[in-house]
């Protein structure tokens, strides 16, 4: 395991022998570039704890030189992992991660100072089960993860991406779900939820189409909690009047 602090990530991943090989079915490019300045306390924090915590995707993981993550090592335990792609400032991330000291957390974030945030409280909270990934979730996902490795995939508020022009920079398209099943164990939760009631419909049809994944029945225990807090994101949808979509399937056993 090595950390790149600073490296530049690439949006656009080859593909994949994997059923995800249609470069049509994957986002073109699914982020905008935002300011990332950071604080002299936030640059502080950073210099110290990002090399133990964190990792920044550079290019050798796009070209294939980077081996999957070993997690146990960089965790130094053996738990459940889950996976959540594009943790914003991390609201979501420390809050489930704590109720769940259990379960160990890969945070994925391109945006440099939400991943600041996040590491800020990490910090200050003294939480344990948290690392952090500064690159494309994309390439996270086909160059670091192992097929059958994840125990839950958490995609909260993806960035709608709303006029029918940029649909296809959209994270969740057909190749991307397909490639989250792959890397779900069996009985794995994706977790997803949207403000967006296009995308929310696009994902609904996306999801219960993936042979691999299913929704859960009256009967089925969840291997990890589905409780977000509510961010402050989400409060905007909601004094803007958007409804939120909340989704959960499974990997087949
Ligand atoms: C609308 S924000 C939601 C943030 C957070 N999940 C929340 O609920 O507050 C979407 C986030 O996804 C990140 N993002 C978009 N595409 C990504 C990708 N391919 N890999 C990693 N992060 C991505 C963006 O930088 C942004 O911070």
């Not at 993550?69 to 991660?97: H, K, N, Y």
């Not at 993860?145 to 125990?151: A, K």
């Not at 995609?155 to 989250?180: E, N, S």
């Amino acid at each position: 395991m090595h950390a790149q602090p600073g490296v530049e990530v690439c949006p656009d991943a080859p593909e994949q022998s994997d059923g995800t090989r249609n470069q049509r079915h994957l986002p073109a490019s699914t982020f905008r570039s935002r300011r990332s300045t950071l604080s002299d306390a936030q640059r502080r924090t950073w210099d110290r704890r990002w090399p133990e915590l964190g990792l920044s995707l550079g290019a050798s993981a796009s070209e294939g030189a980077e081996p999957p993550l070993d997690t146990r090592a960089w965790f130094g335990r053996q738990a459940p992992l889950v996976l959540e792609i594009g943790c914003g400032s991390g609201t979501s991330t420390l809050a489930m991660a704590t109720e769940e000291p259990e379960v160990d957390v890969l945070a994925v974030e391109i945006y440099k100072r939400g991943l600041a945030q996040l590491l800020c409280a990490i910090d200050r909270e003294g939480v344990g089960n948290i690392r952090l990934i500064r690159g494309n979730a994309l390439d996270v996902l086909q160059r670091l993860i192992v097929p059958g490795s994840l125990t839950g995939v958490r995609v909260f508020f993806p960035d709608p991406w709303p006029k029918a022009r940029h649909h296809k920079r959209r994270f969740l398209q057909t190749g991307t779900v397909g490639l989250i099943a792959d890397r779900l164990l069996p009985g794995g939760v994706l977790h997803v939820a949207t403000d967006h009631p296009g995308y929310a419909e696009h994902i609904g049809a996306l999801g219960d189409a993936e042979p691999r994944l299913r929704r859960p029945g009256p009967g089925d225990a969840l291997p990890i909690s589905v409780v977000r807090p509510t961010t402050k994101y989400e409060s905007k949808a909601h004094e803007a009047g958007s409804a939120v979509t909340e989704f959960i399937w499974l990997r087949h056993e």
